[in-house]
C-alpha cells in the first residue's frame, strides 16, 4: 500500500491511511506500506536549501530530502502502534534499497528483503517504508526523483512478490482525461500498462512513469485508489487481461510545451547528429521531432521541449553555433503551445484514428503545428488558448463519455 503526499499531509489525514491499513491486517494480511513526504514538506525543503545556495552538493541535496519520507513513515509507524499494530518504519538504507549513486534521479538496482521477511517472521505486522529514497554503493542516501515514492513501491512490491500493489491517491483511480478540463471524463476499471506508460510519460500526473514501467516489467497487479473515497478504483494489467480493447483509452496533454525550430542547417549526413547530441549535453527533454528538406541543400529541424528547458536549449544551440561546430540561418521559438496525445491499445488494430482526430481538430479551426505518432498514440502540438476545447472535441468525437 502506497499513500502520497495529500494522504499523508498531516497526523490527522494519516489516520484516514492507518484506517485503510488496519482493514487489511484484520485480514490476516501481512502489509507494507511506502509513504511519500506530508503534504509540501519536500517542495519546502528544496526552498530551504536554495536559501543557502543555487549551487550545491547533490549528495547533501538527497540527505535532506529524504527527511520528509522518513519523518512521515515514523510517524505512520506510531499511529498504527496507538492502535495496537505491531508496526515498524524502514529507511531505504536498512532494508537496502540499492541505488546508482547519480543523485536526485538514482535508479533501483536491488532490494534486499531478507531482513523485511525475518521481522514479518517475528510477528511485525505492517512495515512502514519510507519512499523515494535509497542507497548508492558509495553508502550515500540517494532520492529517485520527484514522484519516486511510486516507483519504490511498485519495486518493493516485485521484490517480495506481493500480491498486489495498491497507490492510494487523491483521485478515484485513472479517467479518460483530466476531470478539470473535461467533465464527463469517466473512470477507466482497468488498464493496460502500456497504455498506462503512454498516460504518464505524456502528462498525466496519476502515476510516475518509472513505476508503470517497473509494474510492466515485473508484471505486479497495480491499483489505483482514492484515500478518502470508496471505490474499486482503476486496475493496471497485461492487454491480454482486458475483454474488450477500446481504440482509445485516454486523452492526455502537457500544457507547457514549446516549439523550436533550427532553419537552414546543411541537409548532409550527421548533421541531426550534431543538433541532437548539443541538446543531448545540455540536458534538454526533446520530444516531438520533424526534418523537412529546403532549397539550396538546407533543411530545417523542429523539436519540441518543456518551456522551463527553452533558454537553455538556445544557449546550448547558440554555443555550438559560435563553435563552429553547428550551422544554421536562425532560431524560431514558439512557447505559446501545447501537446494533445490519444492513447489506446485498440489503435494496433483500427484505422482511421488519425484521421478522425484531425478532422475534429479541422472541424474546430485548430491548425496542427507538429505530429508525432507511435503504435498506440498520436500527438500534435497547437496552440496553448485551444488547449480545452481541443480536449473536449476529441473526448467527444471518441466516445469517451460513454466509457
Known amino acids: 500500500m502506497k499513500f502520497g503526499g495529500t494522504s499523508v499531509a498531516d497526523t490527522q489525514t494519516m489516520k484516514n491511511a492507518v484506517s485503510k491499513i488496519s482493514v487489511e491486517v484484520k485480514k490476516d494480511n501481512r502489509v507494507i506500506v511506502v509513504v511519500s513526504a506530508m503534504g ?49 518504519s524502514w529507511q531505504g538504507w536498512q532494508i537496502p534499497i540499492n541505488t546508482t549513486d547519480n543523485h536526485s534521479n538514482a535508479r533501483i538496482l536491488s532490494i534486499n528483503t531478507k531482513k523485511i521477511e525475518e ?22 542516501i540517494t532520492t529517485l526523483g520527484r514522484g519516486g515514492s511510486d516507483a519504490s513501491a511498485v519495486a518493493v512490491a516485485a521484490a517480495i512478490s506481493a500480491e498486489r500493489c495498491d497507490i492510494y491517491t487523491d483521485v ?8 478539470r478540463i473535461t467533465p464527463n471524463a469517466k473512470k477507466l476499471d482497468k488498464i493496460s500498462y502500456e497504455e498506462m506508460l503512454e498516460l504518464a510519460s505524456l502528462g498525466a500526473k496519476v502515476l510516475q512513469t518509472r513505476s508503470v514501467e517497473l509494474a510492466m516489467q515485473h508484471k505486479v497487479k497495480v491499483r489505483v485508489l482514492n484515500s478518502f473515497n470508496e471505490g474499486s ?34 541537409d548532409k549526413p550527421g548533421v541531426a547528429g550534431i543538433v541532437f547530441d548539443c541538446l543531448s549535453k545540455a540536458h534538454i527533454n526533446v520530444d ?11 533543411a530545417d529541424v523542429t523539436f519540441s521541449c518543456p518551456t522551463d528547458q527553452v533558454e537553455m536549449a538556445k544557449n546550448s544551440l547558440e554555443n555550438d553555433k559560435n563553435k563552429n561546430i553547428l550551422e544554421y540561418t536562425k532560431l524560431d521559438v514558439d512557447t505559446e503551445v501545447s501537446k ?52 473536449q472535441a476529441l473526448h467527444e468525437a471518441f466516445g469517451l463519455s460513454k466509457v
Not at 172 to 179: I, N
Not at 238 to 264: H, W, Y
Not at 288 to 298: A, E, F, P, T
Open 40 to 88: 509540501s514538506t519536500t517542495d519546502n525543503l528544496v526552498k530551504k536549501i536554495k536559501e543557502v545556495s543555487t549551487i550545491y552538493d547533490a549528495r547533501e541535496y538527497d540527505a535532506i530530502l529524504s527527511t520528509g519520507e522518513t519523518i512521515s513513515s515514523c510517524l505512520m509507524a506510531l499511529l498504527l502502534q496507538k492502535e495496537g499494530i505491531n508496526a515498524r
Open 119 to 140: 521481522k514479518f517472521a517475528d510477528g511485525m505486522q505492517v512495515a512502514i517504508i519510507a519512499g523515494f529514497q535509497g542507497i548508492s554503493n558509495n553508502n550515500r
Open 172 to 179: 478515484d483511480g485513472v479517467y479518460t482525461t483530466d476531470p
Open 233 to 266: 478504483g482503476t486496475i493496471l494489467c497485461d492487454e491480454e487481461d482486458i475483454m474488450e480493447k477500446r481504440v482509445v483509452s485516454g486523452i492526455t496533454f502537457s500544457k507547457n510545451e514549446a516549439k523550436l525550430t533550427i532553419l537552414g542547417v546543411k
Open 288 to 298: 516531438m521531432i520533424i526534418q523537412n528538406i529546403s532549397d539550396n541543400n538546407l
Open 340 to 391: 494533445i496525445s490519444i492513447v489506446g491499445i485498440g489503435m494496433r488494430s483500427h484505422s482511421g484514428i488519425a484521421q478522425t482526430m484531425f478532422k475534429t481538430l479541422g472541424d474546430e479551426n485548430i491548425n496542427i503545428k507538429v505530429i508525432s505518432t507511435s503504435e498506440i498514440k498520436i500527438s500534435v502540438l497547437v496552440e496553448r488558448k485551444y488547449l480545452e476545447l481541443a480536449v
